[in-house]
């Protein structure tokens, strides 16, 4: 870990202690996303214990906060928990729900902020470690914060995905090779030096009895599938299924769900995180059937902790899902764990692993430096189509951007080819993410069959790096892409 | 992190490549054998100095070269080495390390992640086989590229080459890994004759040993007999007679090893500098196969390898079906050596005692023993027939005391010239 990170690190230690310590909260709301990769930066990798920490129990994610209920919030402090406060309009909008909607009065509120910006318009900010902010400099802390996330493990993932922890006792190749039997394996290095596989669409093993379990008219067409292998220390890495299928926009019968999913089914936009819960998990079993042999031979060692554990890998979905069931849902990771690690797979029921390497100098990470910022163009695109509403570019509107389903494939290797590219446009994709340019939500879309969908969509993070971004994804084209300008005969 | 070590992760990274590539157009391929990991390195090591730009990428203060030697002389060819190592567990300094042995040294000290080739064991027909499967992917690459070795061009061109070098099989990639110009050929045949000259000498002794009664152990003498087979059939090999057998030659390996790669960086969908930059590296480093194998300094060993090839044949064949050999090694490891090309070896060698160096034509293929008429000299006369051996007519004194005689006219007469010219020309 280098010097700046180190000292990163210790300073939003000290932030968040402080900030606990002082405010004693009975609550604390993290302004996704930064917010909660804050305190989990803080619980997942601090060896001390905190004092005003009692648990996952007491956080709500700010996404989360309309759907928390009435009941919660009522009693003791809440503390309001960001990265940084550029323009405030995030924070401003928490605050106003809190005070306007549930009637919680300020002295019940404490905002604790680790950067806040010279021109920010939100400025009641009760703990702060870095003040008045240049733009300059505002710009460089966040870098440095980004940094020491992606140092500690991609900590800017969602909040909503489960990950199991993997111990390797063996060549780190052989373990990537193992899981790549479930598709196209896309490995890349993050800015902070860790390294990172992607497995783009990885197979679903008993799909047939998997479908079965989705809410009728959902739809697994161009969803966001994949495998997320991210390394946390030198030998131990973790596994996080992320499975988006898209659910009708409308009322969902969600009873075929496991129990701790189903009764919390609500507005379409909450069932589609528990349909996509609930499909990730089901990749657990693709991904533990793929590393079966390596678990047999001891190469490699698993557990799933669960509540009370120091890296316990359920808890912090409380945040997103106040009433869930954390000991329930630990259960069933559990089981799905180990129906993969004692599933048999059929002859070519898994893949020869192909694995693309797209550390810097290979070909690979070429093209996943023009996929990214073709991916940004995209979506800066759609946020100009709609300026009102920056809906973000889903996948399906993302490959589109490729240009790869125009014409149909000549052979066997175009076809691979293609799919070699869906695969880094995904960890591409996934590099954004951990890079803070954009960040994920869910949208209603209209689909060709005339239904309207709920959709996993990507958009710009932030508010100070996303007018950067914009900007130069706006102008950025590719150096093979046509000219866009066309001059005509009459001038 | 030293040089060794930096040099043993580029080398890791290739390797790997070649591999995926093997992998992938083969099905299952678990790893590479040791011979083919150690050719492709040095073939990596030949291309690597010849790259273009050398001398900016040098101010740059990148990996121009490895530090290793070349022409570490060894069995199969010229390995690549690393100076100034010691043995490990001992102080005992040597002068050379072939870089594979180092490698392993590494993976031994090193944390998993760290690891740069993983040892596969096999179960084959011909009996326990080792390969090697290289752990060494891109990320690996990233301290060398941080402390500026390397640079991105660098590492693309690794993955290229490692790519195109997976079109090869494993007798092209030794083939091509191992010759390079017509002195270091024929400087790696002579180092095979005279490891042959050795292993005859200690072969003799022992059958002389085991004839007198002070000799029982018959794996000793099995393993004398056949480490003079293999090294024979190894300068056969490298010296390219013309037609070759099943055993196959180096020169057919080297001209499809050229072929090919030429082939696949020219149908790549690589860009074109990189395209040129390999195939000038190609150029500059490897001379055609017709440069080398028509090159005197090689022709002129042929007869040398061929007549040893096929003393060798005779006289570790006709031991091996004997009653008293049947429980050792030999019989596992000549194999593939049937009778009839034991009867044929015999029928050569009673040709080849009577060819004097000075009568041995200028480019000898083994169609010009046939050719030529002799009257039978003595020692030729006096060579037992295997048949005689294996049907009890002739007794192991018998067949021992001429074969000597005939092992060591071919030393004196073919083979030590040589290798005194080499220290010659070498002086």
């Not at chain 1, 596989?197 to 093993?205: F, Q």
């Not at chain 1, 390394?231 to 659910?247: G, L």
């Amino acid at each position: 870990m280098n010097l700046a990170t180190t000292r990163m690190q210790s300073q939003v230690e000290e932030f968040l202690r402080l900030a606990l310590a002082r405010s004693t909260p009975r609550w604390i709301v993290t302004v996704e996303r930064k917010g909660t990769a804050l305190l989990r930066s803080l619980v997942e990798n601090s060896k001390r214990p905190a004092t005003g920490w009692t648990g996952w129990n007491q956080v709500l994610s700010s996404e989360a906060l309309e759907r928390a209920p009435v009941h919660d919030l009522q009693t003791g402090v809440i503390l309001l928990l960001d990265d940084g406060i550029c323009g405030g309009h995030r924070m401003r909008k928490l605050y106003d729900f809190l005070t306007d909607q549930r009637g919680v009065p300020r002295e019940r509120i404490r905002i604790a902020c680790f950067t806040t910006h010279e021109n920010a318009s939100f400025g009641d900010v009760d703990h702060r470690w870095f003040g008045q902010m240049t733009s300059k400099r505002y710009r460089e802390v966040r870098e440095d914060v980004i940094s020491y996330f992606q140092r500690n493990g991609s900590l800017l993932l969602d909040t909503e995905h489960i990950e199991v922890p993997i111990r390797l006792k063996c060549p780190r190749l052989e373990f990537f090779d193992a899981l790549c039997q479930a598709g196209i394996g896309v490995e890349h290095v993050s800015a902070a030096g860790k390294i990172n596989l992607t497995i783009h669409n990885p197979i679903i093993l008993e799909e047939s009895k998997y479908l079965e379990s989705l809410p009728p008219g959902t739809t697994i067409k161009n969803a966001i599938r994949k495998l997320r292998v991210v390394q946390r220390t030198e030998n131990e890495f973790v596994i996080i299924p992320i499975f988006y299928p898209s659910i009708p926009a409308s009322e969902n019968r969600l009873d075929t769900l496991p129990p701790c999913l189903s009764p919390l089914a609500s507005d379409p936009e909450m069932d589609f995180h528990l349909v996509g819960i609930f499909s990730a998990l089901h990749l657990f079993k693709t991904a533990f059937a793929c590393l079966r042999e390596l678990i047999q031979e001891n190469k490699l060692v698993v557990r799933v902790p669960g509540p009370g554990d120091p890296d316990d890998c359920v808890s912090h979905m409380r945040a997103l899902f106040p009433q869930i069931d954390v000991e329930e849902l630990h259960r069933l990771v559990e089981r799905l764990v180990e129906s993969g690690r004692n599933y048999r797979a059929r002859r070519g029921e898994l893949n020869p692993p192909l694995r693309v390497e797209g550390a810097q100098g290979t070909k690979g990470a070429e093209a996943l430096r023009k996929l990214q910022w073709l991916a940004l163009k995209a979506v800066a695109h759609y946020a100009v189509m709609s300026p009102a509403e920056p809906r973000g570019a889903s996948m399906a509107e993302l490959v589109r951007e490729l240009g790869s389903r125009v014409s149909a494939p000549k052979c066997k290797a175009e076809i691979e080819e293609r799919l070699v590219q869906e695969a880094l446009l995904s960890a591409a994709l996934d590099k954004a993410v951990d890079e803070a340019d954009l960040v994920a939500d869910v949208k209603a879309m209209t689909f060709v069959d005339g239904v309207k969908r709920m959709v996993r969509v990507f958009r710009f993070d932030g508010e100070l790096t996303t007018s950067d971004v914009v900007r130069v994804a706006s102008v950025w084209r590719s150096p093979n892409a046509p000219p866009e300008e066309v001059r005509t005969s009459d001038g | 992190m030293s040089r060794c070590h930096a040099a043993a992760i580029v080398f890791g990274f290739f390797l790997r490549k070649r591999y995926e590539v093997l992998r992938k157009r083969e099905g299952v391929c678990e790893g590479l054998t040791k011979f083919d990991a150690d050719k492709s390195m040095r073939l990596l090591d030949k291309l690597w100095e010849h790259r273009r730009n050398k001398a900016p990428r040098e101010r740059q203060g990148r990996m121009v070269d490895f530090p290793v030697n070349r022409d570490f002389n060894d069995k199969h060819g010229h390995r690549i080495a690393y100076a100034a190592a010691s043995e490990p567990g001992t102080a005992r300094p040597v002068l050379f390390r072939p870089v594979l042995q180092v490698m392993q040294c590494f993976d031994e000290h090193s944390t998993l992640s760290g690891r740069l080739l993983t040892q596969v064991d096999q179960e084959t027909l011909w009996g326990h086989v080792s390969v090697l499967r290289p752990e060494v992917s891109a990320a690996a690459l990233m301290p060398l590229l941080e402390c500026r070795a390397l640079d991105n061009s660098d590492v693309f061109f690794l993955e290229n080459l490692g790519e195109v070098c997976g079109e090869l099989d494993d007798r092209e990639v030794i083939a091509i890994g191992r010759h390079e110009n017509a002195h270091a050929t024929a400087e790696s045949i002579l180092w095979e004759l005279r490891r042959w000259t050795e292993w005859a000498i200690d072969a003799f002794q022992a059958l002389d040993g085991f004839i007198t009664g002070s000799q029982t152990n018959t794996n000793f003498i099995a393993e004398a007999l056949w480490q003079c087979w293999s090294f024979a059939l190894e300068a056969k090999k490298k010296a390219a007679l013309v037609p070759d057998d099943v055993y196959g030659s180096d020169r057919r390996f080297y001209d499809s090893a050229e072929e090919k790669l030429c082939r696949a960086v020219t149908v790549s969908g690589m860009d074109a500098q990189t395209k040129e930059e390999i195939l000038h590296s190609l150029k500059s480093a490897q001379r055609p196969g017709c440069d080398i194998w028509g090159d005197p300094r090689v022709t002129t060993l042929r007869f040398a390898a061929f007549s040893c090839w096929a003393f060798s044949s005779y006289m570790a064949g006709a031991i091996r079906d004997m009653t008293s050999f049947t429980e050792t090694l030999l019989v596992r490891r000549l194999a593939s050596l049937s009778k009839e090309e034991v009867r044929d070896a015999f029928r050569t060698v009673q040709r080849c005692v009577q060819v004097a160096r000075c009568q041995r034509p200028a480019d000898f293929s083994p169609q010009w023993l046939t050719t030529q008429s002799f009257v039978p000299c003595e020692l030729a006369t006096r060579l037992v027939r295997p048949d005689a051996l294996w049907d009890g007519s002739s007794n192991l004194s018998e067949f021992v005391a001429p074969c000597k005689e005939a092992g060591t006219w071919l030393m004196n007469e073919h083979v030590e010239p040589e290798i005194q010219k080499l220290r010659v020309q070498e002086a």
